[in-house]
């Protein structure tokens, strides 16, 4: 289970306590925003991973689960932000790009502002001046990665079924814009809708098939 190692070693190391959590949700869709949370924990608190407990990576827990730990982050966190980029703009500048134009734009929101990022994946910032940490599996490790995992993921899904009533063929609703074999055989029948990301390269390969 996610701890708080990492935040600590920050803390100790760097004497920064305004440490963000940075992950994203929606990166390998064929459809949808990818969507990128910024969480700061309130790391003085003694009770913090009492509170938080079954916390952990997204991909780890129900619906359900995630959405009693949104409400549970989202009440217990200095601040957190969403950060959200379209279908249209992954076209333009590829999902790489995408995804840190999310995160920044998640960071960016934050108040109190950040001193220090923890960052799911390889993923560096470039042009953000923080000092921040790439770190791999993340959201199995770190408390704050694992928030913001669960916040990003909550809101995207839920988004996903909004859009699921602009365009009921596809599915959304269940596979959220995944490649599923449900929204394969319906890209099949229907083609794609403004919503699919029709240069991202899964969605090439599959719209080649059609």
Do not use: W
Request: proline share 5%.
């Amino acid at each position: 289970m996610p701890d708080l190692t990492l935040e600590t070693a920050v803390f100790l190391q760097q004497h920064f306590l305004y440490i963000a959590g940075v992950d994203e949700a929606g990166r390998g869709a064929l459809a949808g925003p990818v969507v990128a949370a910024a969480v700061i924990l309130p790391l003085d608190d003694a009770n913090l991973l009492t509170t938080l407990a079954g916390v952990n990576d997204s991909k780890q827990l129900t619906a359900r689960q995630r959405q009693a730990l949104f409400t549970r982050i989202t009440q217990c966190a200095l601040t957190y932000s969403i950060g959200q980029t379209e279908a249209a703009v992954i076209d333009e500048i590829g999902i790489m790009s995408a995804t840190r134009r999310a995160m920044q734009q998640a960071i960016a929101q934050l108040r109190p502002k950040a001193e220090f990022l923890l960052i799911d994946g390889r993923i560096r910032l470039q042009n953000n001046p923080l000092p921040q940490q790439a770190v791999v599996r993340g959201d199995g490790r770190s408390v704050s990665i694992a928030a913001a995992s669960i916040l990003a993921k909550v809101t995207r899904d839920q988004l996903m079924i909004e859009l699921d009533r602009l365009y009921p063929v596809y599915g959304f609703a269940q596979h959220k814009g995944y490649g599923t074999a449900a929204h394969l055989a319906a890209l099949a029948t229907y083609g794609p809708c403004p919503l699919h990301r029709h240069t991202f390269a899964p969605m090439k390969r599959q719209l080649l098939r059609l």
